[in-house]
T-cell receptor, first 110, second 115 residues
Framework: SQLAEENPWALSVHEGESVTVNCSYK?????LQWYRQKSGEGPAQLIL?????REKRNGRLRATLDTSSQSSSLSITATRCEDTAVYFC??????????FGTGTRLQVSP | EAAVTQSPRSKVAVTGGKVTLSCHQT?????MYWYRQDTGHGLRLIHY???????EKGDIPDGYKASRPSQENFSLILELASLSQTAVYFC??????????????FGPGTRLTVL
């Protein structure tokens, strides 16, 4: 089973609406990253939130981290068509490896 | 100018044939990674390297070899390609390993189809 998992599997919203993607993980972590992958491209990091942080913002993006429930969320406000992508969480622990979830597919329509 | 480039961008290979995927980075990063992406599995780590002339096994190394001849270049080699290796392959680079909060910079991916 996946060590990091996003939900829901897919979301569809209209431009201007807000949306939240959730991530649950199963191991002790040092940090969690949120990545976005647009069609035909590689993933790109949006936010990194460390285990001692509860919230991080980047423009229209806001990430939260709850280490007690081993969960994180990524919220996007005022969505745009160009936000259409797959959103991944990725966990960092005391290893050289990063563990990626399977992603949430977000469709933003005009 | 892209910092991580991959070649080829797509390839069709025959079962049992040899396939080499190449990755080049201009980030001056020590770490490089190879992932495969399949629907429903997200990104899975195949091999990685933190220094030239050395490679490490990731989570799914079977059927793959890797080569890091220089800091800038990292290759993934399929000696005997199989149908199950049909996937999109991504290369990435980062300053440090996962426990040091380093962002990974990904290439555009190589779509490999094995027939």
């Amino acid at each position: 089973s996946q060590l990091a998992e996003e939900n829901p599997w897919a979301l569809s919203v209209h431009e201007g609406e807000s949306v939240t993607v959730n991530c649950s993980y199963k191991t002790s972590i040092t940090a969690l990253q949120w990545y976005r992958q647009k069609s035909g491209e590689g993933p790109a990091q949006l936010i990194l939130i460390r285990s001692n942080e509860r919230e991080k913002r980047n423009g229209r993006l806001r990430a939260t981290l709850d280490t007690s429930s081993q969960s994180s969320s990524l919220s996007i406000t005022a969505t745009r068509c160009e936000d259409t992508a797959v959103y991944f969480c990725a966990t960092l622990a005391n290893t050289d490896k990063v563990v990626f979830g399977t992603g949430t597919r977000l469709q933003v329509s005009p | 100018e892209a910092a991580v480039t991959q070649s080829p961008r797509s390839k069709v290979a025959v079962t049992g044939g040899k396939v080499t995927l190449s990755c080049h980075q201009t980030n001056n990063h020590d770490y490089m990674y190879w992932y495969r992406q399949d629907t429903g599995h997200g990104l899975r780590l195949i091999h990685y390297s933190y220094v030239a002339d050395s490679t490490e096994k990731g989570d799914i190394p079977d059927g793959y070899k890797a080569s890091r001849p220089s800091q800038e270049n990292f290759s993934l080699i399929l000696e005997l390609a199989s149908l199950s290796q049909t996937a999109v392959y991504f290369c990435a680079s980062s300053d440090w390993g996962g426990n040091n909060y380093a962002e990974q910079f990904f290439g555009p991916g190589t779509r490999l189809t094995v027939l």
